[in-house]
């Protein structure tokens, strides 16, 4: 729908969307980081709201939270799909909540002013260290501890910003030391397939996990925090139509969900904009 | 600018596995690699259509469609077909990026030399090949150079984006810097990529000085 | 010897280069194919050295049909010319004149001497031998190319059009220069041009085709322009035919009066009785001051005393009976002065000593 | 581990219009550099033929340009343009299309025969209608080679601004990448190849069009 | 009239093109620059429609100063003619040609049937027009630049080289155009070549020049070839200057015979005795059939009978004396017979004749 000439938006599918009148302030800008659990959960809140006759334009695939915060804070982006967790260790390096509960006090306390997160939904997905079936099998990797068995012997890879978010935490939370770093940015998965790394930094929900079959280590001491989805919004561009959708939204997202929606976009190949139109039709929200 | 500096005199950015002359280093090999192949391909075949003037009209217009080659769109295609297991694949698409410039210069060098000349030669008693060899090509020479450098200029422009499937070289620079929001290392990232891609082109001007006959006089390039 | 023999091209596209030609180029001589654009000329020389091959009949070199042997072999024996060069921009122009001896295997010492000595021979410096051929003039260029054509020392020479890309001064100088060749080195040569003067020059014997690839005549030069096979060789033989002709009539055709010559020492006064109204004036050493014209002289003192009046002369072991008709025409008293080679008058060549050989040429052309 | 098909049709059926608005955002942000790039490179070229003397310099800055990675181009100006903007991408490949159209307009006025220019100012043309009928249509053939490169070039081209969020096309190759899904993939690269061939062939016609008078002398 | 005064030319580097040169080009004639190659000619040209501007001295155009005048204005009014024709590559024939008349103002129709005209005029098939220059000879394409130049029917006109790219046979038919041309027009024409031939066949003035850009002589050929001022010019003429300076000398100069002509009814019987010893033989019509030896006729018969030798002709109302002494030494008779422009026989030129005629030229030329 919309004009592609006027509606920047070079996302598929963004059909069905209803036309805009009144409801909400002015447009809405609704971004996301470049990988496609971020991009289906944009779709939904886009959608979501476009169904509640705001004005939406979106930029969607984008880049990492590095680029994408500073941009809803500058006003940019209006709307981010966020994860609490991550997003408390990448404004606090200190942080050390990691309950769910504490997690979202401690961003309330420690935003900037011009952002808010907004309710935080049941569905979590977070950062993790996987590994092949075949080396959990054989080694006996089932925790992120076990890594201990093989970490000075092994490889370990993840996007560019992996290294520096999450060194510290690893060594001083579970004494992992890797003989080497390496940055496999969007193609960690299919490194940890080919060999070049053992081990991995890639989203529990990432497509890639679940077509190669690849094993998540549990996160037994949190390193990596509660990874539940919340919109990140910047203040001045949100109205209460915004919040409430969105709000209504969260209320409704659970980690089955999420992941049965993963597995149509990564598997099924069907299109985020149209798993996203599915899910909201079921449960009414459009 | 003061970025810049920071980067470049910071020594971390000089040592280790992501250090300059390392990921420098990876560049050039592959910008090479991809390079060596190109010419493997593209300089024997645009000898022989341009000696022999067969299927000139096919490659011409195949070259022209391989230019139109997205470089990323195969580079992802290639990477999931084939796997990270070697660099192999990846070299594909900075093949396929080198090849058109190389041949249709190659080709077009050939072709153009006077046909006065090739007479001359055969009326001499030159074989085909000594033709080719003695007169042709050192006639198209410069042309010939060029069709290279200006592939090795594209190659090494844009080997930066195999660092997007995880390849090392200056693009990482790039991609790293973009990632984590740290301008100065992208900056960083294209100034290093522009500095070897002009040491590239004053490589060229020296071996042109060097093999060109100064008998030789230069002719329009086709990028 | 180059003989074709009943000699067809047809190109593939039909066209009919060259019909049943048959004629035979002899050795050391040099044949000129001459002809309007388009007729052949070109296509026949290059069967000689197989750029091109015959459709029907057969090339013979010596006897031997040339698509017997291997065309590189075959080239390398004949020397080839043509009319932008063909140099090689790439190499200088000593390394230029050396390339087919490098091709049979001489050392580059040798090749490089036998290089520079055919420079020397055809008239260039020396000094251009190391530059490469942009630097050079049009002309300088097409002596390199004789050169390097002559460098095997191949028995025979093929020249198609070599002297017409350039000016017409520098033209005449490469045609002598060419001749002079001819005289010290004997070559078979076959020379194309399309300029009939040229042909007429330079050729011992002239093929004149016409388009379609005909032969339209085959003769040596002065018996082409006395009696052209028919209306279209006339035609293309062009004007002043009867004047040219006389090229090729030696001066020494010519009878000679030495009773009209006088030393610029005379006494006018012994000269009232003069042979003819005019007298040719001489210096000590016998070279022609010019003509005074006796009824004109003065009373007293000698002819030194005299303004003599302009005059023509010829070399008469030289010149052609051309070159002394022009002199009687350029002279007031319509006579002209031949002179030997040093130029001291040898006599004096009266109109009517002129109209009597014209006769015998006319004569003879028309017997 | 199921296998994954080379093309799934129906998802190209299925999504039919996305891929058609993506289409549209390519042709605009490879369209708009070419033209651009002509617009500014004709008085840029006739201005280095006027003076010889800064032909040089701005082929030694363009050749720069030219040598600069377009992504890391992209990335750095992300803060002037904005995020996922059309001008983040276009103003690179404006850039890059100079580089080719420059020394195609210089080459093209210097494909004008000297006997042709100076019967022009012979026969009474002011400098300024001897550029405008005669020196620029006489041009046109060189200029419309060098926009072939250039057009093909920047079509080629947008699909890398994909990884920073504006690459038409280009985001069917993110997309498939981030699915090990080929389907995006090749309708990606077999469309973008499509629209580069279209736009060749396009300016190949105009060529003939515009310059009958050089058919016979076989320009490339 | 186009007047240079004192004109010197002085290029940034230093060459003197052209050094004090003062000479007129007088109204409705072809004046001639003529000389080596270097020795300032196009300069001098070209400083009449200012695409040079002289560092001293003035060009006069009609007495105008042309310095005075706005170039383009100039230009348009003076026709201007180059070796590669210049003509415009994008444009069709016919609209190179209606350029000037479309930049002076003309409609368009009007300025195509104006260069329809012109076309037809140059002697160009009109099926031509509407093609490109590429698709046309370089004699073709010359054509069309005189005709572009005439468009607008410039009482001026500049010709530089304007024929030296075309072969010598194209060639000599361009020039006979221009002179038919010039002979209905009327042009202040001002022509460049360095070929002495051309220069002579051209002009009505011939205006030689020295490198260095001196003038060392000028004027009428005839003058010139009899005269020449000094050993640059006598060497630049080159040989059969005498033969070419008959060429200035009409046919009519020479006294004919009427009683060396019979017809080929004639009886045989009645011939013996003959005024001469050859006889020309004329058909019902008056028209040469060649010439008989009265010693060798039959006994009886007429002489239809006989087989008449070869003959050679020139047209005395039109053709020069040089035509007619190529026509003596055609004819096995030495003499040349004379016809009208029907080609009738109007008399018999003995070689005694043109000997007469040859002695007044001579004694002219030298008086
Ligand atoms: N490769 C070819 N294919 C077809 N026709 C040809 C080819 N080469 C020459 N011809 C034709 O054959 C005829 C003779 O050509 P050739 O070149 O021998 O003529 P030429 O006498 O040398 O003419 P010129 O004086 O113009 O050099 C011409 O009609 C020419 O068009
Ligand atoms: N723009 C220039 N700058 C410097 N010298 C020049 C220039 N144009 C011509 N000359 C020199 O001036 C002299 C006369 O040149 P011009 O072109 O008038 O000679 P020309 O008689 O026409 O010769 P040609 O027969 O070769 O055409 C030559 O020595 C030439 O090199
Ligand atoms: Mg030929
Ligand atoms: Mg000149």
């Known amino acids: 729908g919309g ?84 997003l408390l260790a990448f404004i606090d390096k200190s942080a050390t909540a990691k309950s769910k509960e504490d997690v979202v006090a401690a961003l309330k306390e420690k935003l900037p002013a011009e952002l808010e997160i907004l309710e935080p939904a049941a569905a979590e ?162 | 600018m003061n970025w810049l500096v920071d980067f470049f005199g910071d020594p971390a950015n000089w040592s280790g596995p992501d250090g300059i002359p390392v990921r420098l280093a990876e560049h050039l090999q592959f910008s090479a690699i991809a390079l060596l192949l190109a010419m493997l391909v593209a300089l024997p075949l645009g000898l022989w259509i341009g000696h022999t003037g067969r299927g000139a009209l ?61 007479d001359a030669a055969y009326g001499m008693g030159l074989r085909g090949g000594q033709v080719l060899g003695r007169v042709l090509v050192p006639v198209a020479l410069p042309l010939i150079l060029l069709g290279l450098r200006l592939a090795a200029i594209q190659v090494v422009a844009t080997a930066t984006v195999a660092a997007f ?21 992208t900056l960083a990232g294209a100034v290093l990529v522009a500095l070897l891609a002009l040491l590239v082109q004053l490589v060229f001007v020296l071996i042109q000085r060097l093999v060109v006959s100064p008998g030789v006089r230069r002719r329009n390039a086709v990028r | 010897m180059i003989t074709f023999d009943g000699v067809t091209k047809r190109y593939a596209d039909g066209t009919v280069a060259v019909d049943r030609l048959s004629l035979e180029a002899p050795t050391g001589e040099i044949t000129v194919f001459v002809g309007p654009s388009g007729c052949g000329k070109t296509t026949s020389l290059r069967m000689i050295n197989r750029m091109i091959d015959p459709s029907e009949g057969r090339v013979l070199l010596d006897g031997v049909d040339v698509t017997t042997i291997d065309p590189p072999a075959l080239r390398r024996g004949i020397g080839y010319v043509i009319q ?62 004789v050169a390097r054509a002559l460098a095997a020392d191949p028995p025979v020479l093929l020249m198609d059009e070599p002297f017409s890309a350039v000016d017409p001064v520098v033209r005449t100088s490469l045609q002598e220069e060419l001749l002079r060749l001819q ?143 022009d002199a009687t025409l350029l002279s007031p008293s319509g006579c002209a002065i031949a002179v030997d080679d040093a130029g001291r008058a040898e006599g004096v060549v009266t109109r009517e000593a002129l109209n009597e050989a014209l006769d015998r040429v006319a004569g003879g052309a028309h017997a | 581990m199921r296998e994954e098909p080379l093309v799934r049709w129906d998802w190209i059926g299925r999504n039919w219009p996305s891929i058609q608005s993506l289409l549209e955002d390519h042709i605009v942000m490879s369209l708009v550099p070419i033209v651009v790039g002509l617009l500014v490179a004709l008085p840029l070229g006739l201005a280095c033929v ?107 081209l947008v699909s890398v601004g994909a990884l920073v969020g504006r690459g038409g096309l280009g985001y069917l190759f993110i997309d498939g990448w981030q699915r090990q899904f080929y389907t995006p993939i090749i309708v990606g690269v077999v469309l973008v190849v499509l629209l580069a061939a279209i736009a060749d062939a396009l300016l190949v016609l105009a060529q003939r069009l515009l310059t009958p008078w050089s058919r016979a002398r076989g320009t490339t």
């Open chain 1, 3 to 86: 004009d592609p000439l006027t509606n920047t938006s070079p996302t598929p599918a963004d059909s069905g969307a209803a036309p805009a009148s009144g409801g909400g302030g002015g447009k809405v800008v609704v971004g996301s980081a470049n990988f496609p659990e971020n991009v289906l959960l944009a779709e939904i809140y886009s959608q979501a709201l476009e169904a509640k006759g705001v004005q939406v334009e979106k930029k969607l695939n984008i880049g990492s939270r590095e680029v994408l915060y500073g941009q809803v804070k500058s006003g940019g982006l209006t709307i981010l799909p966020e994860y609490v967790g991550s």
């Open chain 1, 125 to 286: 997905d977070s950062d993790s260290l996987t590994v092949t079936r075949e080396n959990s099998q054989k080694i006996g990797l089932v925790t992120i501890e076990d890594l201990s068995k093989i970490a000075k012997n092994s490889t370990v890879g993840g996007p560019p910003e992996f290294q520096a978010r999450q060194e510290k935490a690893l060594k001083d939370v579970y004494g992992l030391e890797f003989k080497e770093w390496k940055k496999t940015g969007d193609a960690t998965a299919d490194a940890i397939k080919d060999g070049t790394i053992e081990v991995g930094n890639v989203f529990t929900t990432d497509p890639k996990v679940i077509i190669n079959g690849l094993v998540t280590l549990q996160d037994t001491k949190h390193v990596f925090g509660a990874g539940n989805v919340a919109p990140l919004v910047n203040k001045a561009g949100v109205n209460e139509t915004v919040t409430g959708t969105l709000n209504a939204v969260s209320a409704k997202l659970d980690t089955a969900g999420l992941l049965g929606l993963m597995k149509r976009v990564s598997i099924d190949k069907a299109d985020a904009a149209a798993v996203a139109k599915d899910w909201l039709t079921q449960n009414g929200l459009a």
């Open chain 2, 58 to 118: 096919l490659v011409v217009l195949s070259a022209n469609a391989a230019r139109a080659l997205p470089t990323l769109g195969l580079l992802v295609l290639v990477v999931l077909l084939a796997g990270l297991g070697t660099d192999l694949p990846v070299l594909i698409p900075l093949v396929a990026l080198a090849v058109p410039p190389i041949l249709v210069n190659t080709y077009e060098g050939v072709r153009g030399v006077d046909p006065d000349l090739r």
């Open chain 2, 165 to 185: 499937v995880g390849l090392g070289g200056l693009g990482r620079y790039v991609v790293d810097g973009f990632a984590t929001n740290d301008y100065p290392r």
């Open chain 3, 84 to 145: 932008q060069a063909g140099l090689f921009p790439h190499r200088k122009i000593v390394d230029n004149v050396a390339t087919v001896p490098h091709l049979l295997g001489w050392n580059r010492k040798k090749a490089r001497d036998r290089a520079m000595e055919l420079l020397e021979r055809v008239g260039l410096d020396l000094g251009l031998a190391e530059r490469y051929p942009f630097q050079l003039s049009g002309g300088q260029q097409q002596r390199v190319g």
């Open chain 3, 183 to 325: 005289a010290e080195l004997n070559k078979t040569i076959v020379f194309v041009t399309h300029d009939i003067d040229e042909a007429v020059k330079l050729g011992d014997r002239v093929a004149v085709l016409r388009v379609g690839g005909h032969l339209a005549q085959l003769d040596d030069p002065a018996t082409l322009l006395s009696r052209p096979a028919d209306d279209f060789v006339r035609e293309f033989l062009g004007r002043d035919r009867g004047i040219r002709r006389l090229s090729f009539v030696p001066g020494q055709e010519v009878r000679l009066r030495t009773d009209l010559t006088a030393p610029a020492s005379a006494e006018v006064a012994g000269l009232r009785a003069a042979a003819g109204p005019w007298l040719a004036v001489l210096d000590e050493d016998g070279r022609p001051l010019g003509w005074v014209k006796v009824a004109d002289l003065p009373a007293s003192g000698t002819l030194a005393d005299v303004r003599p009046a302009p005059y023509g002369t010829f070399v008469r072991g030289r010149d052609s009976l051309r070159a002394a008709l």
């Open chain 4, 50 to 156: 006027r003076w010889r003397g800064i032909y040089q310099p701005t082929m030694s800055v363009m050749n720069v340009t030219y040598s600069l990675p377009s992504l890391a181009v992209f990335v750095m100006l992300i803060p002037v343009t904005g995020l996922a903007t059309r001008a983040t991408v276009i103003v690179p490949l404006a850039f890059y299309s100079l580089a080719v159209l420059i020394p195609a307009v210089v080459d093209g006025l210097g494909s004008v025969p000297d006997h042709v220019r100076q019967s022009a100012v012979a026969m009474g043309f002011t400098p300024l209608r001897r550029l405008l009928l005669v020196e620029l249509p006489i041009a046109v053939p060189v200029v419309l080679a060098g926009l072939r490169v250039a057009a093909v070039s920047s079509i080629s």
